[in-house]
């Protein structure tokens, strides 16, 4: 099976400090990973490598089967809400069909197909009723729903999502997981996040990075017979000092996180 993406050893930074050193990673299609790592361990680096935008200077990319430049047409992006000017007099519809960029000719606009298909992904992300909300008028939880129906009009394969609870209520928190559940199951997701308690509610599957390094945990591998084995991660959380480890809670199949020997769960 042909991966949603491979990054191996790679080498990539700004100026003469690489932010990833020589750094791996290969996630199988379908389903939603998590990334965590504190500000500044090269989450969103990761993300420009995927999308083809941050070269680096050693190591291979493969994206959807092919390079990141060429997969760029296969990708959805979804920025930080803060990275959108939310005085511009845009509605959410007009938003949404924003995500046809790049892929209509230079002359061409959306037509009634594009308007169809943004209707249609507003009204599974249940934020139909906004349609002609202008940004200013909307929550932080319902700009980053609008953000993400305008990368799924693309029908990307894989769907890149940067710290995407940042400014969401636990409510928006919740239905922006159910619907990302439900629209991976025949695509790959991978989600941003400094918080690892919003990943151990709703992701199984989690890559950390920090160190120059990303090491990439399965819920469903991990070994728990002794503490020893499962340390390696090369985050370190602020809180406590130590590695955490991820582990699965007892009878769920999602992921907890463990802080060292006597932490709280």
Known sequence: MTPAFRLEGITVGYGEIPVLDRASLTLPEGG??????????????????????????AGTVEVLGTSAVKA??????????????????????????????GLLPLWKGPGREERERADSWCAKLRIDHLRTRRLRELSGGQLQLALVARALVRDPGLLLLDEPTANADARAEANLFQQLEEVCRDRTAVLVSHDVGVLARHVRSIACVGGGSIVHHDGNEIPADTLEEIYGCPVDLIAHGHPHRVL?????GHVGCSHGPGAHG
């Open 32 to 57: 939603v990973l998590g990334m965590i790592g504190p500000n500044g361990a090269g989450k969103s680096t990761v993300l420009r490598v995927l999308l083809g935008t941050l070269v680096p200077s």
């Open 248 to 252: 699965a809670d007892h009878g769920q």
């Open 72 to 101: 760029r047409a296969r990708i959805g992006y979804v920025p930080q809400t803060h990275a959108v000017d939310r005085t511009l007099p845009a509605t959410v519809t007009e938003l949404v069909l924003s995500g046809f960029v």
